[in-house]
């Protein structure tokens, strides 16, 4: 800023006092300025399909590079819709029920502007996506927490019961969960289904890592249960599922009442998403045996890394999904998680995120995230140090 201007400083009353930058954020550029491996925001360090890569040029080199449909392409509408009908035998309106958005963030985000009024409960549990409360506040809610508690970070829904209140208007729920991997089981489902009859709480649930749940486990999507479905935006991202986070392209899902308040936000947050990924992400969407694919894939990196680290003095939680493993590092060192995070990034070249990062208090047990989304060179050079601690 020129040394000539006023500061207007004194006058800004932040709506988010409380938040920092991101904490994805800070650890990537620490990663960068130490040349450490980045096993620290969760994206892959490997290419997006060559496949799907070409179809995006095909598309943007065909024209369509004008808006989009508010709501969509309607051909990766119909896409989304064929494919939740297939992997969960739920049926949703392609034109009235299906909105795509830019990124789930955004999808979270706008639904929580357009059903929560300032003063309303929304219950989410910690250790939470960092979105989520920020999303919460800036339209006046208020922030309830439940607790996922170490180590398998199962809910208590008990709690969740207790937590309930006339002014609870939503519930955020996100299976398989960042940061901890942990898969809610049918019987969480039915638990939810319990507390949530005879109310008028809406649910967001965050299925992001939809695809990426390990061993014999079944991701439980709300959209596999009527009763939590009719009362739910569902939300998902192509991030995730073709290793293309940074074109931001995902979608939201929910009955056509909530849908239609939920594009009453869209429409003046963003409008509309770029066009030529919704086209290629239409046709890619056709091929047959991605999702298990990608489920082999990160299984098997998952096991690669708990196998090398099994050998180490950091204490492994439990992964049933996602592609996050987190460690407890009590036998290397009594710092707090961040520090701790600062210090392995500088001297021992490897970056991850502090836990405490997911609390809105910063609360440190002692716990941090590694992304296994990453090559085998890149994970090997990571665990040779990381073994050594
Ligand atoms: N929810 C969760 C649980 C996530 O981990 C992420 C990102 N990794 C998002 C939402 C945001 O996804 P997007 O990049 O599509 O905005
Ligand atoms: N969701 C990713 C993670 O958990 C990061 C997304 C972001 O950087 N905002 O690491």
């Avoid at 508010?70 to 939740?84: D, H, N, Q, S």
């Avoid at 729920?173 to 089981?185: E, K």
Wanted: negative net charge.
């Amino acid at each position: 800023m020129l040394n000539s201007m006023p500061s207007y400083a004194h006058s800004i009353t932040s709506r988010l006092p409380q938040v920092g930058t991101t904490i994805f954020s800070v650890m990537s550029a620490l990663a960068q300025q130490h040349q450490a491996v980045n096993l620290s925001q969760g994206f892959p360090d490997f290419d997006a399909p060559a496949e799907l890569l070409s179809l995006l040029d095909q598309h943007a080199k065909a024209g369509h590079n004008q808006y989009a449909p508010m709501t969509g392409v309607p051909a990766l509408r119909e896409a989304i819709a064929a494919k939740v009908n297939a992997l969960y035998g739920a049926q949703y309106d392609v034109e009235a029920e299906v909105t795509v958005t830019a990124g789930a963030t955004q999808a979270l985000f706008t639904a929580v502007a357009a059903m929560v009024h300032p003063g309303d409960e929304v219950i989410v549990f910690t250790p939470v996506y960092d979105s989520y409360g920020p999303s919460i506040e800036l339209q006046g809610g208020k922030v309830v927490y439940a607790h996922l508690t170490l180590p398998d970070y199962k809910p208590d829904w008990d709690e969740v019961a207790r937590l309930i209140t006339p002014r609870t208007r939503m519930i955020m729920l996100n299976t398989p969960h960042n940061p901890t991997g942990t898969v809610w089981t049918a019987e969480d489902m039915q638990r939810l289904i319990a507390l949530v009859r005879d109310t008028d709480i809406v649910l967001v649930s965050d299925e992001v890592y939809e695809h990426m749940v390990f061993d014999q486990a079944r991701h439980e999507s709300v959209m596999r249960y009527p009763e939590l479905a009719e009362r739910s935006f569902v939300v998902s991202s192509f991030g995730k599922t073709y290793h293309i986070t940074g074109w931001k392209v995902a979608y939201c899902l929910a009955p056509r009442e909530l849908m239609a308040e939920f594009r009453k936000a869209h429409q003046f947050i963003v409008f509309t998403v770029h066009a030529p990924s919704q086209y290629a992400l239409a046709d890619f969407m056709k091929r047959p045996g991605w999702y298990e694919q990608l489920k082999a894939l990160y299984q098997g990196k998952r096991d690669i890394f708990r196998q090398a680290l099994s050998g180490s003095r950091f204490e492994l939680l439990p992964c049933q999904g996602t592609y996050f493993q987190c460690v407890k590092y009590g036998a290397i060192s009594d710092e707090g998680d961040r520090a701790f995070v600062e210090r392995l990034t500088r001297e021992q070249g490897v970056a991850a995120i502090p836990v405490s990062a997911f609390y809105p208090q910063g609360d440190d047990h002692g716990v941090i995230r590694f992304c296994f989304a990453k090559s085998a060179a890149t994970l090997e050079k990571a665990l040779e140090r990381l073994i050594k601690l």
